[in-house]
């Protein structure tokens, strides 16, 4: 029984993961697809461990300004008031990234969603061969 109960707590686990990745593959992919392109222009940066992330404001409705950060890199890509092309959701202007990591953030996103799928697979097939 015990066995049982941890064999579902890690599918509910994993289960999770891959909904998230599998929801961030569709945001990525709406907003490419159907997202508003505007310019951001870069207010400053943040570190963590040793790469580094430019933070973007851009306006999305007139008068609120919302920001967005690019992917972390070894080494800075925008320098602070560079501009870029910022793409966001219209319904949900919160919702954006910045064009030219938009590419690797939905690669990234389909990576871990099928390595998650690829996973739980592999672990219902070996469940089922076990019993």
């Avoid at 109960?5 to 961030?24: D, E, K, P, Q």
């Avoid at 919702?95 to 938009?102: G, H, S």
């Amino acid at each position: 029984m015990a066995g049982a109960l941890a064999t579902l707590f890690v599918f509910g686990i994993l289960t999770f993961v891959a909904a998230m990745f599998y929801r961030s593959v569709f945001q990525l992919s709406r907003l490419r697809r159907s997202g508003t392109k505007t310019q951001g222009v870069c207010t400053h940066h943040r570190w963590n461990d040793g790469s580094v992330a430019s933070i973007f404001e851009y306006s999305a409705t007139g008068d609120q300004a919302f920001t967005v950060s690019s992917e972390y890199a070894s080494a800075m890509v925008f320098e602070v008031s560079d501009a870029t092309e910022v793409i966001f959701d219209p319904k949900k202007p919160a919702r954006a990234a910045v064009a030219a990591d938009l590419s690797s953030e939905l690669r990234t996103s389909w990576i871990g969603a099928l390595t998650m799928s690829a996973i739980l697979i592999s672990l219902t097939v070996g469940v089922l061969i076990v019993k």
